[in-house]
């Protein structure tokens, strides 16, 4: 099984910043594409921002320059630093990550999400 835990939410004021940290552990033999996404209530999940295994990078034109995604490939771990942060960003964002994991000595592919963290920007 793989397992993405996030961590890093929280309440800021307009302008302030945030760094989410999604951590990846379980049976990996190896992470392609991770990334970030965002729901609000009723509202259709979105993409933030991706990130490939060489580090090649996507973002939504929403937060371009202020957002920045980053990977420690040793660490299994994402990150999304969050700059000047806007009260429509408050959101649950979502970390996710797919490759490939052991079912035993087999390898086959995944495609997991995170539980979400909570993101509020006040006014």
């Known amino acids: 099984q793989v397992q993405l835990v996030e961590s890093g939410g929280g309440l800021v004021q307009a302008g302030g910043s945030l760094r989410l940290s999604c951590a990846v552990s379980g049976s990996i033999f190896s992470i392609n594409a991770m990334g970030w996404y965002r729901q609000a209530p009723g509202n259709q999940r979105e993409l933030v921002a991706t990130?490939?295994?060489?580090?090649?990078?996507n973002y939504a034109d929403s937060v371009k320059g202020r957002f920045t995604i980053s990977r420690d490939n040793a660490k299994n771990t994402l990150y999304l630093q969050m700059n000047s942060l806007k009260p429509e960003d408050t959101n649950v964002y979502y970390c996710n990550a797919g490759g490939v994991r052991l079912r035993g000595m087999v390898p086959v592919s995944f495609d997991y999400w995170g539980q979400g963290t909570q993101v509020t920007v006040s006014s």
């Open positions: 990130i490939t295994s060489g580090g090649s990078t």
